[in-house]
Structure formats: C-alpha cells, structure tokens
C-alpha cells in the first residue's frame, strides 16, 4: 500500500471560526458553551448523528497498510492471546501477521493518523472549540467482531467517532491510580468494572469520555473508530519538564549568597533567614512568567512523531521564496507539526515543533494566520508583513518541513 503522506492539492480553507454560543450539530445542537460547562471533564456525552451521512476516510485496509510502516506507531491487541487474556503487541507488523490473526477478539491502532492523512487532519478542525494546545492527536482503531482493548481508563479527554460498522460502548465507574488492575497483562485493564449505562454506535455517532472515566467497547462485526484525544500534562511532567528547561537556562555560576550572615549561639541551627534566601532564588527563576511561557510552549509543541517531520535535503534559498512568492503558491502546515503562540509585553512567543520566536507584536496578525488557517497563498500569508525576519522565517519553516508547498 502506498503511505498516505501529505496530499497537498487541495484548495486554501480556513479553521472553523468557533462562536461558543452558537449550537453545533457536532455537539447535538448544543453549543460549545453549554458542552464546556456541563460535559468537559465531567460526565460522558453521546450525539447520535453528530456528523450524518460520514463516511470513514480511510479503508481498513489503508489503515493495515499503514501499521506495515515502521515510522508509524501502532498496536495490536487480542483478547485472547498466546500469552493470555488482553496481549498487546506493538508494531510495525507484517502482512503475515494479519493473515495469522482469527475471525473474532481482536482489535489494532494506528496512532497519530492526523499526521498521515490530511483529511483526518480536516476532520480534527472541527473540534476547534477546544484549545489547540490540547490536542493530542487523532488515533483508528480497528477491529474485528468482539475486539477490544478491554475495560480501562484513559488520563485524557476523548471524543470517539463510530467510523464504520457497530460497537458497543460500556460505561463504567469513576477511577484513579488505585483502582485495581488485572494481572498477567503489561495493559491497564480494570479488574473491576461497574456499568453505569451503554450504547451502540453505529456510522456518525459520537460518544465523548472524560478523563477517569471506566468505559469499555466492544466491536459488533467489522468497525473501526476515530478517537480525537485531548492530552493533559501531568504535575509530574510540568515539574520535571520545566526544572530541566530551567537547569539549562540558568547561570551554572550562580550561587547562593549570604553577606549578611551573622553568628548564631547554635551552629547547627538552620535558621528561617536561609529558608527565607533559597525561597528568593526559587522564585526568582519560577515565578517568572517568560520563563514559563517559553518553556510551555516549546514544550507543548513538541513533535509526538518527528519522523513526520523531515528537513528539505537541498538547502532552501532566498532565491527559491521569491520564486514561490511569484508564483504566489500555496502553503501549509506539516499535518504532523504543532504550532501555538503566546503574547509576552510587547513580543509574540511563536512555537513550532519544540523551538520557540520571539516576534515583534506587530507581525501578530502573520502569526494568527499562520496557526488558523490550513492553506492559503504566500502572498496572503505575507500580506502587511514588511519585517525581514518573517520572509526568512518562513524560509526556515520551509527548509525544515514544518511547512510545504503545492
């Protein structure tokens, strides 16, 4: 099968401009308003026919193909493996080993399909009335009938799209880290599982799923399922990631420092005024907010999957932007890239795949096009830009493969 990579004929669009108030047909006819305060993070929603009429974009045997490839993260999982109850393996696989598989009880991912396939990565703007930072990425999952990845929860939100076939969803418990857990098997499978209510989605449906949640599908025949998921940083990531930015930012020859010292009765004592001193250098490199703004936002934008990243291998000229400029030729965002921004005082702090630009506020209309917009001509995206520094980082962003052109 040839690798759905980067399909760039296709006309200039613009994201979906959200109005909160407005009812979406995605959302049942709520409005995103009402979704936010009633559902997200909280309870469970299905919106039978949230997109009528939808036809999956990719075929099952697309989706093999792609788990062939070894840049492609993907799974597999049998309810009843060799090894036991719920055997994940991950890939890439081989045709053989689909051929091998049975007729029933089991089931396979491809994650990050948004990167690979452009209209999957249409499908996602829809969803844009949930900040884009929180995007994770858009997983398929196929299975057939009775395949499963077992009762469980996930850390993160989820809006699951029934694409094809029939599966149906339980409901579970609330849960946490000491929830129980089946033994035997590397999958966090509840041992315990309580249904609160269940569903049968069929071709359109929508179930979206709160963090925490206990759910638990399960395949009626041939089906497979779009999952568009929402990450959210653990304390743990934000702690670690976030002291490690700032040990390689700050001065490795700066010490603590106490001129002031004065003697004590008891040497031994470690006096208020030290906690006092080193709650002054903490809070000197924490309590800075352009710190942890650069750092989220380089954090944030990670590439999930550099591979869908790849760097021009000739080098890309001023030359050749002019000449793409005369040509006035469409650009647009790697399907696999992330980008985000943040105002900081007077600057624009611009995010593209873990590296960070700071632009001068009046090139912010440049960058909100930018990250809004999924294909327009260079001449639009450039227009009332007269800062040197965008003409070449446009060319950078070219050169590197955060952006393409048709």
């Known amino acids: 099968m040839t690798l759905l990579i980067y399909s760039i004929q296709q006309l200039p669009s613009k994201d979906i401009d959200m109005n909160l108030k407005t009812p979406l047909p995605l959302l049942g006819g709520i409005t995103a308003e009402r979704f936010i305060k009633e559902y997200w993070q909280k309870k469970p929603l299905l919106i039978r026919q949230a997109i009528p009429g939808f036809e999956c974009p990719v075929s099952a045997d697309e989706l093999a193909?792609?788990?062939l490839e070894e840049e492609i993260e993907s799974r597999m999982v049998s309810k009843n493996g060799k090894s036991g109850h719920w055997e994940p393996k991950n890939g890439p696989f081989t045709e053989e080993d689909f051929?091998?598989?049975?007729?029933?009880?089991?089931?396979f991912l491809i994650q990050q399909l948004d990167a690979w396939v452009p209209e999957i990565n249409e499908l996602r703007q829809q969803?844009?009335?949930?900040?884009n930072w929180r995007f994770d990425d858009v997983m398929a999952s196929y299975s057939v009938d009775g395949g499963s990845v077992g009762p469980h929860y996930d850390q993160y939100d989820v809006?699951?799209?029934?694409?094809?076939?029939?599966?149906?969803?339980?409901?579970?418990?609330?849960?946490?880290?000491?929830?129980?857990?089946?033994?035997?098997?590397?999958l966090r499978i509840l041992s315990e599982f309580h249904e609160s209510e269940s569903w049968v989605l069929e071709a359109g449906d929508m179930l979206y799923i709160p963090?925490?949640?206990a759910h638990y599908g399960i395949a009626q025949g041939e089906s497979i399922n779009l999952s568009i998921g929402y990450k959210a940083p653990t304390h743990t990531q934000i702690l670690s990631h976030f002291t490690d930015y700032l040990l390689e930012h700050v001065n490795p020859y700066s010490i603590y420092e106490d001129a002031d010292l004065k003697p004590q009765d008891h040497p031994n004592e470690i006096t208020d005024t030290v906690f006092s001193k080193l709650n002054q250098v903490l809070n000197?490199?924490?309590q800075n907010p352009e710190n942890l703004k650069r750092w989220f936002g380089e954090f944030n934008t990670s590439p999930k999957n550099e591979s869908c990243i790849q760097a021009l291998e000739s080098s890309f000229t001023k030359e050749d932007l002019e000449d793409l400029i005369s040509q006035n030729v469409i650009i647009c965002r790697n399907e696999g890239s992330r980008f985000a921004y943040t105002k900081s005082g007077q600057s624009i702090l611009f995010f593209v795949d873990g590296q960070s630009f700071e632009l001068h506020e009046n090139n912010l209309n440049?960058?909100?096009?930018?990250?809004?917009?999924?294909?327009?001509?260079?001449?639009?995206?450039?227009?009332?830009?007269?800062?040197s520094t965008i003409k070449q980082l446009v060319q950078d962003l070219l050169q590197n493969g955060n952006l393409y052109h048709d």
Not at 99 to 107: F, V
Not at 168 to 186: A, F
Request: with cysteine; hydrophobic share 35%; charged share 15%.
């Open 99 to 107: 051929a091998s598989m049975p007729k029933s009880n089991w089931t």
């Open 159 to 186: 809006f699951i799209i029934q694409a094809e076939g029939k599966r149906l969803w339980r409901i579970g418990q609330q849960c946490d880290e000491n929830s129980p857990q089946l033994e035997g098997t590397p």
């Open 65 to 67: 193909g792609l788990a």
């Open 127 to 131: 969803f844009n009335f949930i900040p």
């Open 284 to 286: 000197q490199h924490t």
């Open 366 to 387: 440049f960058v909100q096009t930018l990250c809004d917009t999924r294909g327009l001509s260079i001449k639009q995206l450039l227009a009332g830009s007269n800062d």
């Open 211 to 213: 963090p925490n949640i």
